[in-house]
């Protein structure tokens, strides 16, 4: 399994950006890369995820770096509802299911 | 409407026991999923089903099994329960055939082996 690297955790203030970075050195053409969340007791939820090009919707926006060997989720105006575990996860297609790594907690000050 | 429900929420019961975990999804879904996640906060996968057959299962002990019924649901019996089984499962659900499909999760359920 494709492997991602993630600090293990930052901070924000809220409303202001956060953007959250992923290593994966060792990704292949076919892995998409895919981006969950995990507020406390809570199942992880889906943020977004792409394969190639950059990727917007209602909750963030991901930038895949050209060689895609990197990627970075962003939060354009954190809440204090952000405050979660995310999780940058390759997902291969031939198994097709989700690898979690150790993931990024992000604090988000009031 | 939940879109994966799990029950139950809380279990509470001790080792030797055996007990189940039920899951259900109302999303039309054809592949569901088990994940564990241990008291270090690390989700792993256990198994995969995919139109009620086994598609992976990533070397659980033998004292856990899987049953589909159908393709929206995905049971999980434990049988023996000793204290390490005690952890959150969650139950999830995709559709197949693309590696970009979204996964949905349930609540989870609260296993607690005492």
């Known amino acids: 399994d494709a492997k991602t690297t993630q600090p293990n955790s930052m901070e924000s203030n809220e409303e202001e950006p956060v953007h959250l970075p992923c290593n994966h050195s060792?990704?292949?053409?076919?892995?998409?890369i895919h981006w969950y969340r995990q507020l406390p007791s809570q199942g992880p939820e889906y943020v977004i995820h792409?394969?190639?090009s950059n990727v917007n919707n209602r909750m963030a926006s991901l930038a895949i770096a050209e060689d895609r060997k990197s990627s970075t989720l962003i939060l354009h105006r954190a809440t204090l509802r952000d405050a979660a575990v995310y999780y940058c996860?390759?997902?291969?297609?031939?198994?097709?299911?989700?690898?979690f790594g150790t993931g990024t907690r992000l604090l988000v000050s009031p | 409407d939940t879109a994966v429900s799990q029950t139950p929420k809380y279990l509470v019961t001790q080792m030797g026991n055996d007990k189940s975990i039920k899951c259900e999804q109302n999303?039309?879904?054809?592949?569901m999923y088990w994940y564990k996640q241990d008291s270090k906060k690390f989700l792993k996968i256990m198994f995969s089903?995919?139109?009620?057959?086994?598609?992976i299962n990533e070397t659980v002990p033998n004292r856990f099994s899987p049953k589909s019924p159908d393709k929206a649901h995905l049971n999980l019996h434990i049988n023996s329960l000793e204290l390490g089984d005690s952890a959150v499962y969650f139950c999830?659900?995709?559709?197949?055939?693309?590696?970009?499909?979204?996964?949905?999760f349930g609540e989870g359920s609260w296993l607690t082996v005492v």
């Open positions: 999830a659900s995709s559709q197949a055939g693309s590696s970009g499909n979204t996964i949905y």
């Open positions: 060792t990704i292949s053409g076919t892995d998409y």
């Open positions: 792409g394969l190639t």
């Open positions: 996860i390759l997902r291969d297609a031939s198994f097709q299911k989700l690898v």
């Open positions: 999303l039309g879904h054809d592949t």
């Open positions: 089903y995919n139109n009620k057959e086994l598609i």
